[in-house]
């Protein structure tokens, strides 16, 4: 599936140019029949990186294991065994959840291994530096007057 087919993954992205191999199967749970999607999603994600403002590549690889719920009580039951997705409407929208569990795995602050930040530091010897000469008054000297 195109990357740039989710919406809201699109937003985080520096290029949205990547495919993402998608590979499901739906059953129902042995004892409470429940539904159950298991299966992977793979892929590379071009996002931003957060020091120097360029193109980082970010592996996605996502095992599925998850029961579809309607209760939140159910929910607390099945997760010692399973992970769970609470449907509120008894429906889900496929590539909502796809585009849920991809961005799940994406990492709050990408970076690189090592860049060079986007603002080039300057660099100066302290003899280079001009001492900044301020009039600027003493906030207490106010205080010397009240002492009299």
Same mark, same amino acid.
């Given at each position: 599936?195109?990357?740039?087919?989710?919406? !809201?993954?699109?937003?985080?992205?520096?290029? @949205?140019?990547?495919?993402? /191999?998608?590979?499901?199967?739906?059953?129902?749970?042995?004892?409470? !029949?429940?539904?159950?999607?298991?299966?992977?999603?793979?892929?590379?994600?071009?996002?931003? %990186?957060?020091? %120097?403002?360029?193109?980082?590549?970010?592996?996605?690889?996502?095992?599925?294991?998850?029961?579809?719920?309607?209760?939140?009580?159910?929910?607390? !039951?099945?997760?010692?065994?399973?992970?769970?997705?609470?449907?509120?409407?008894? !429906?889900?929208?496929?590539?909502?959840?796809?585009? @849920?569990?991809?961005?799940?795995?994406?990492?709050?602050?990408?970076?690189?291994?090592?860049?060079?930040?986007?603002?080039?530091?300057?660099? /100066?010897?302290?003899?280079?530096?001009?001492?900044?000469?301020?009039?600027?008054?003493?906030?207490?000297?106010?205080?010397?007057?009240?002492?009299?």
């Amino acid at each position: 599936m195109l990357v740039k087919q989710f919406p !809201r993954l699109k937003e985080i992205l520096s290029d @949205d140019s990547g495919v993402l /191999a998608i590979d499901l199967a739906f059953d129902r749970t042995e004892i409470t !029949r429940l539904p159950i999607v298991t299966g992977h999603i793979k892929g590379e994600l071009s996002l931003v %990186c957060q020091r %120097c403002l360029q193109s980082v590549s970010h592996r996605v690889e996502s095992e599925l294991n998850i029961v579809f719920t309607t209760s939140d009580e159910e929910a607390e !039951r099945l997760q010692s065994e399973y992970d769970t997705w609470t449907v509120e409407d008894e !429906r889900i929208f496929l590539q909502d959840f796809i585009e @849920d569990e991809v961005l799940l795995g994406v990492p709050l602050s990408a970076l690189h291994d090592e860049c060079e930040p986007f603002i080039p530091l300057i660099e /100066a010897l302290p003899e280079t530096i001009e001492p900044q000469q301020k009039d600027v008054k003493n906030p207490f000297a106010i205080l010397k007057d009240l002492q009299k």
